[in-house]
């Protein structure tokens, strides 16, 4: 149990363009969804944080007209990359959290989505 | 503010051999979890082992233990008997019990050497 899948893995775009990323949480329900960032050979960069139904909490530094999350359901989140440009190319990773699963506060990851943006 | 930090950007072992994964965090929060993630070439995070912060005896997970050390904020994981599958980024987090946010390590990349 406990899987959360993302859709695209990978996804080539021009720049100008915009990209959509599924999280989807297959067999429970994610009350929180959260989006990182991971560049090469580095750690996790949180970017937001979603709750079912209400808008995202964007962390320090993050555009959120440049990367508009919707958390429309309990079990779909998407992240939209909007007019991309190369220097958002990077390794898109989602999770998500149910208080009903376990009692560690643990998050369930997705496996990634890489971006690249010619 | 929380912070997490892995001192060893790199490691390695001998297959077969034993190797301890060092981290320490800061925080004023009395409890808190804390968390070992593997990430393997395929970037997918794997949990590999979960502490809570009031329980005082560390966490096992077969070949993989915790060193637990509240008092120090320290949170070691000592990996036995490494095989080749091992090899892999390791990160350190931290997650308060009030909400769901974590802080991640900046990892160490362990490589089980042949």
């Known amino acids: 149990g406990a899987v959360v899948s993302q859709h695209p893995s990978r996804v080539i775009c021009k720049s100008g363009t915009s990209v959509k990323i599924e999280c989807r949480s297959l067999d429970f329900q994610a009350t929180t969804m959260f989006w990182y960032r991971q560049f090469p050979k580095q750690s996790l960069m949180l970017m937001a944080t979603s709750n079912e139904g209400s808008k995202a909490t964007y962390e320090q530094g993050v555009e959120k007209d440049k990367f508009l999350i919707n958390h429309a359901s309990l079990t779909l989140s998407t992240l939209t990359v909007t007019s991309a440009h190369p220097e958002d190319s990077s390794f898109y990773i989602c999770?998500?959290?149910?208080?009903?699963?376990?009692?560690?506060?643990?998050?369930?990851f997705g496996p990634g989505t890489r971006l690249t943006v010619l | 503010a929380q912070t997490v930090t892995q001192s060893q950007p790199e490691m390695s072992v001998q297959e077969a051999e034993t190797v301890t994964l060092s981290c320490t965090y800061d925080t004023s929060e009395n409890n808190y979890y804390l968390f070992w993630y593997k990430q393997p070439p395929s970037r997918q995070m794997i949990l590999v082992i979960r502490q809570e912060a009031y329980k005082q005896q560390n966490a096992t997970e077969n070949r993989f233990s915790v060193n637990f050390q509240k008092a120090a904020k320290s949170f070691s994981l000592k990996i036995s008997d490494s095989q080749l599958g091992d090899t892999a980024m390791y990160f350190c987090a931290f997650s308060t019990n009030t909400g769901n946010q974590f802080y991640f390590g900046t990892g160490t990349s362990l490589t089980v050497i042949p």
């Open positions: 999770s998500a959290a149910s208080g009903s699963i376990g009692s560690y506060n643990e998050q369930f």
